[in-house]
């Protein structure tokens, strides 16, 4: 799996390296600042490219606008993007496109080293993969809002599973029920949020999320 890295903490980078090439990454290019970023992307056309959301020079948002033009001219370039906090409207930004093989992680996430190649995986293989935390935020922003006050607790606890991009036996496993009583519980998330039921993991988790942002996967959602 061929990667590319932006990062400008030099320590950090060279870990990202380390870990990557460690589990049979290819690192082909390891940039540290905003303008080097897309001449990278476009140069290797990597299997996933990690990125820092803030980097040089201004330290705002050079990483995210660097991904968002790479994956215009290289449609569904998969991007798996690190940040300090959670901002959400990176998390929009990053998600927007619709077309998969997106991720948003805490870099406090790069610690836990399986879990950090495991979402550089899932990324490269076309899945979104969105960083717990990130998820409960965009939840909790969303509450008392139209459709979502309709789940229960658990629908939102299946939801906020199924937005970090976890299969149906995943979630299964991780709240002790069977797989069929999660496909019930993603049916009456579905329902509720007036959403047709999707076979397709990605396209599923992507438009959970576009709800959560404020859409509903088809047009801007206009608040009764």
Do not use: W
């Not at 932006?6 to 390891?30: K, P, S």
């Not at 998390?91 to 495991?118: C, I, M, P």
């Amino acid at each position: 799996m061929r990667v590319v890295i932006a990062e400008d903490l030099a320590l950090l980078r060279d870990g990202l390296i380390r870990i990557l090439e460690a589990f049979g990454c290819q690192v082909v290019a390891a940039v540290d600042n905003g303008p080097s970023v897309l001449p990278a992307l476009t140069a290797h056309r990597p299997d996933v490219a990690v990125l820092d959301v803030r980097l040089p020079p201004t330290f705002t948002d050079e990483g995210l606008q660097a991904a968002i033009r790479a994956r215009a001219e290289i449609p569904g370039l998969p991007i798996l993007v690190l940040s300090q906090h959670v901002e959400q409207l990176y998390a929009r930004e990053l998600l927007s496109d619709r077309l998969g093989g997106v991720g948003y992680l805490l870099k406090d996430r790069v610690s836990h080293v399986d879990q950090f190649v495991d979402a550089v995986r899932r990324v490269a293989a076309g899945g979104t993969v969105m960083d717990p935390e990130v998820v409960a935020q965009l939840l909790a922003s969303r509450s008392g809002v139209g459709p979502l006050d309709e789940l229960t607790a658990r629908e939102r606890e299946v939801l906020g599973l199924m937005a970090e991009g976890r299969s149906n036996a995943a979630v299964a496993a991780r709240l002790f029920v069977t797989e069929k009583a999660v496909n019930k519980h993603i049916n009456n998330i579905f329902s509720k949020l007036r959403m047709p039921p999707s076979g397709d993991d990605n396209r599923r988790v992507l438009a959970v999320l576009a709800y959560l942002h404020g859409e509903d996967g088809r047009r801007p959602h206009t608040p009764a």
